[in-house]
T-cell receptor, first 112, second 114 residues
Framework: GGIITQTPKFLIGQEGQKLTLKCQQN?????MYWYRQDSGKGLRLIYY???????QKGDLSEGYDASREKKSSFSLTVTSAQKNEMAVFLC???????????FGPGTRLLVL | GDSVTQKQGQVTLSEDDFLFINCTYS??????LLWYVQYPGQGPQLLLK?????NKGISRGFEATYDKGTTSFHLQKASVQESDSAVYFC?????????????FGGGTRLMVRP
């Protein structure tokens, strides 16, 4: 088995601030994902990465940067936090060619 | 592009009631269809997977059935328990999807009263 760890669990920032969320997985999975989940809504893909140093934009990439420095870690940066993007950010990973994605517990972002 | 729709935003049931959650999809490929469940404070976890080959999946008392003719797939359980209270998402994976990009529905929140 394995686990996906997201840090921090709660992130409080000021409007306009640059904020970074981190994700680590010990599954040795190739592909990793960042999703945004707004309250009472579904998941929207921000960025994904098929392998180390690869980055692919999702539907919601504007206002975000991502970095896949090594296979086990994938970080997401909110370039200028806005009050309307308070949400839970979920990291996920996928092994090889399987369909299933495994999710972390999420980071809840609050912008003051 | 692909889309997935869950019209039921919230379902409230009593213990031992029958559960039925519907999901419709639109895609140009032959998809794999997934149901994820998300408990409070946790990330979504896979509950069931249904492909065009098998049309049906069963897990933990839940059953998912896929109807290609109506492009819908639904989740059902004969007798719900309070512990089933969670948000249920349907998702679609297009055939031959190298990046395995999932398209999610908006989710259905299930509340089960004891």
């Amino acid at each position: 088995g394995g686990i996906i760890t997201q840090t921090p669990k709660f992130l409080i920032g000021q409007e306009g601030q640059k904020l970074t969320l981190k994700c680590q997985q010990n599954f040795n999975h190739d592909t990793m994902y960042w999703y945004r989940q707004d309250s009472g809504k579904g998941l929207r893909l921000i960025y994904y990465s098929i392998t180390e140093n690869d980055l692919q934009k999702g539907d919601l990439s504007e206002g975000y940067d991502a970095s896949r420095e090594k296979k086990s870690s994938f970080s997401l940066t909110v370039t200028s936090a806005q009050k309307n993007e308070m949400a839970v950010f979920l990291c996920a990973s996928r092994p090889g060619l399987q369909d299933t994605q495994y999710f972390g517990p999420g980071t809840r972002l609050l912008v003051l | 592009g692909d889309s997935v729709t869950q019209k039921q935003g919230q379902v409230t049931l009593s213990e031992d009631d029958f559960l039925f959650i519907n999901c419709t999809y639109s895609t140009t490929t032959y998809p794999t269809l997934l149901w994820y469940v998300q408990y409070p404070g946790q990330g979504p976890q896979l509950l069931l997977k249904v492909t065009t080959a098998n049309n049906k999946g069963i897990s933990r008392g839940f059953e998912a059935t896929y109807d290609k003719g109506t492009t819908s797939f639904h989740l059902q359980k004969a007798s719900v328990q309070e512990s089933d209270s969670a948000v249920y998402f349907c998702a679609l994976v297009p055939y031959n999807n190298a990046g395995a990009k999932l398209t999610f529905g908006g989710g259905t929140r299930l509340m089960v009263r004891p």
